[in-house]
């Protein structure tokens, strides 16, 4: 069994088309988990509505106060699964026919080779559409410039590839988050973060999910192609900083939370990695080369050394 887990906030405007994408899935055997979190809308009396039609298989939960980011409505959700395997959905994306079943089918090849008891991650491309869901680029890891391949403990602290939405984890994975800390950057980040420092990453290279771009968006996608996000990354320094030092403290977070867990040499990265904050360029440049600790591409690497 699967329990999907969404978390909604006034997401009445997109939310029946997701709803609908996620009824008609190849694979039936889920079960979806909505967790509201006191939207003012009529969010929860749409979803009452496909609970009359599905109503062993879709599960409301009202918050009694707001929870106060789509991270922590997340984290509270994950109290009320007990499935095999755990996916998460926004509330404004549209999933494809066979994302389930091709996702699921990714995570049982894994199981047989690495074991059931290995955490386990599985993630996908996504196609970015805008809010009329008209195409604006067919991958977002090739708008983005990521590379799946880019998937251990020194790459994905430095640059996470992995998009909540997208994301299947088994119990093995599940058992190990005892808390997404305040310091985490995202729930998706962080389970990465687990994946790679005690069990695998895998990926899908397909887009089976529509990722809805409106003014809306917790997150958007940025194509890193264009000259608006080149002129960001020259005047975006303030941000960029801050970005990074979200990094660095996360890192720390991380290093700490796992301590009994992780190898000496995953310690000694993450450590080193968690100090940024106050080298120069030179230490930093070390610190990058000896632990490997690059992000892809030569504009990045070089944010990573001058801010």
Known sequence: ????????YNGEKFLRPQLDSILHQSNQEWRLII???????NTVQIIKEYQLLRPEQIF?????????????????LLQYSRAEYVMFADQDDVWLHRKVEMT???????????????????????????????????????????????NRLNNIVVQNIVTGCTMMVNRALLNLVAEIPKKAIMHDMWMALIAAAFGEIG???????????HGNNANGAK?????????????????????????????D??????????????????????????????????????YKLYKKGFVRVMGQILR
């Open 35 to 41: 967790r509201d979190d006191c939207s003012t809308d």
């Open 104 to 150: 699921l089918y990714k995570m049982q090849q894994m199981e047989l080779q690495h074991g059931k008891e290995k955490p386990l991650l599985v993630h996908t491309d996504l196609a970015v559409v805008d809010e009329h869901l008209r195409m604006l680029n067919k991958s977002l890891f090739q708008m983005q410039e990521m590379d799946a391949e880019r």
């Open 60 to 76: 409301l939960i009202q918050a009694d106060r707001p929870s106060g980011s789509a991270q922590n409505n997340f984290f509270q």
């Open 223 to 251: 194509n890193v192609k264009t000259l608006k996000y080149f002129l960001w990354k020259l005047t975006g320094a303030d941000e960029i900083h801050r970005n990074l030092v979200k990094q660095y403290q996360q890192a």
């Open 253 to 290: 977070e991380f290093c700490r939370m796992y301590d009994t867990l992780l190898t000496q040499q995953q310690k000694e990265m993450l450590r080193a990695y968690s100090s940024f904050e106050n080298k120069n360029m030179i230490e930093k440049f070390m610190l990058l080369r000896k």
């Open 203 to 213: 990926f899908i290279n397909r887009a089976v999910i529509m990722y809805r771009q």
């Open 1 to 8: 069994m699967i329990d999907i887990l969404m978390a909604t």
